[in-house]
């Protein structure tokens, strides 16, 4: 098995896996750990106790179901036939996966997908999990350090990401620690995620198909899966037509916010207008901006020239931030009613021009903003219709910002 030579040889990693497995085992209190999306916060997904440590940590409304994760097919097999695990109990038909899901496993996992299917009665599942759904949301995480951890508990992990409730999701250990120190025993620490933002949650067993969250697989990849041409948008956001009440419960909740107010700008905003704005903001004491953050992606590339290009360049001082590229530096801007120029800081960031990594790090960025208690954060919006990942940062924002705005 592609596992056996990491637990035989007893790296640190598989000893810390061991460590992990063993907490989820036996301790109701979550374990933080990678995936390929965001980090998660597992628990045993059969044990009541266990899953609803989850919800304490996260301070989670307990109407928002979870993700089971699973290691492998068999996993997921054995929960939609609960009573096969059991000699002697009855045996009914095997259960299959619904054949909707088949093209769709077999192209996107393991990875950032996450499917609904029926809870079977007799369900292995704590009721917790589900938040008494009749049904559940399973996923194959691509990380092999989440695979391993499953495996090595041997029990379908339900996941969460690993944030406070309302937070931005957390894209390394640093970002867990700082939300769940001393709610927590222990954080897997795999690095910085891969995608960014979380799983796309899929519903195949409504007809035409439906996505409830947009994420890591984007709607154009998904209508190239046999039986998924016609899937449609079933989650609430600024732009997409809006079908329905969001059928994924957590779609409703107010989510990836950080402390600051978040300013959404439209994609191809002019960045000279937004200074103008910028500008306002920070002279009008009604708004308070005092310190500000601006995440710039693909058309502010230069930069807002919030400030004239000297005095910008010889004060820029790098600060110490878990995400490259961040500056600083300070704004002269003359303070409505005082007589005197106060200094107000602008944290300036630019996450890239390309999807990737602008969904890699844009959780990172807004919680690097929170830590420098910036009032205000501005950030240049991408177009959904940019492919895969630009609807799911997109939806991100909209969810995270009060306003959004065009210039
Ligand atoms: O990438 C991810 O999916 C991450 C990592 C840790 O795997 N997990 C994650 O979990 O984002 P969470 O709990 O933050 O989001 C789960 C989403 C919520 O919007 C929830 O409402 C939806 O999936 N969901 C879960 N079970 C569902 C069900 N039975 N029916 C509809 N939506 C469901
Ligand atoms: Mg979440």
Redesign the pocket.
Do not use: C, K, Q, W
């Given at each position: 098995e592609w596992w056996a030579d990491e637990r035989k040889s007893q790296t640190p990693e598989s000893k810390a896996i061991e460590e992990a497995a063993n907490l989820l085992r036996t301790s109701d209190t979550p374990v933080a750990f990678p995936?390929e999306?965001?980090?998660?916060?597992g628990a045993d997904a059969t044990r009541s106790a266990a899953v609803q440590g989850i919800y304490r940590a996260k301070q989670r409304p307990s109407d928002?179901?979870?993700?089971v994760?699973v290691d492998s097919i068999d996993m997921l097999d054995k929960l939609l036939n609960p009573s096969q695990q059991s000699p002697g109990v009855a045996q009914t038909p095997r259960i299959p996966l619904p054949p909707i899901y088949e093209p769709l496993i077999k192209r996107f996992w393991p990875g950032?997908i996450?499917i609904?299917l029926p809870n079977p009665s007799g369900s292995d599942l704590a009721p917790e999990v589900?938040s008494n759904?009749t049904?559940?949301?399973a996923?194959m995480?691509s990380s092999p350090l989440a695979r391993l951890l499953i495996h090595a508990t041997d029990r379908p992990l339900a996941?969460?990401?690993?944030n406070a409730s309302t937070k931005p999701?957390p894209t390394t250990a640093q970002h867990v620690h700082h939300d769940l120190k001393g709610r927590i025993d222990l954080i897997l620490d795999g690095g910085a995620s891969g995608v960014g933002v979380?799983?796309t949650?899929v519903?195949g067993l409504c007809n035409p198909p439906a996505i409830?969250?947009p994420?890591?697989i984007g709607i154009d990849e998904l209508r190239e899966v046999p039986g998924w041409e016609n899937v449609e948008v079933a989650y609430r956001d600024g732009t997409l037509g809006v079908k329905e009440i969001p059928?994924?419960?957590?779609?409703k909740y107010r989510h990836y916010s950080p402390k600051a107010r978040v300013v959404l700008f439209k994609a191809e905003s002019n960045p000279e207008g937004v200074a103008r704005h910028v500008r306002k903001d920070l002279q009008d004491s009604a708004i308070g901006a005092h310190n500000i953050g601006i995440v710039r992606t693909r058309h502010w590339k230069q930069g807002l020239g919030l400030a004239p290009e000297d005095v910008v360049a010889s004060t820029i001082q790098p600060v110490a931030a878990p995400i490259d590229n961040l500056v600083s530096f300070p704004v002269p801007v003359q303070e409505t009613g005082s007589p005197s120029s106060r200094t107000k800081v602008a944290y300036d960031y630019h996450l890239g021009d390309d999807t990737t990594s602008i969904a890699h790090g844009l959780f990172a960025v807004l919680r690097a903003l929170d830590e420098f208690d910036v009032d205000v954060i501005y950030v240049e919006g991408i177009s959904d219709s940019d492919g895969d990942l630009a609807a799911a940062v997109m939806n991100r924002l909209r969810k995270a910002a009060g306003t959004e705005m065009k210039a």
């Open positions: 995936t999306t965001v980090y998660g916060l928002n179901p979870l993700i994760h950032p996450t609904i589900t759904l049904t559940f949301g996923r995480p996941a969460p990401s690993a999701s979380e799983s949650v519903d409830l969250r994420g890591g059928r994924a419960p957590g779609m």
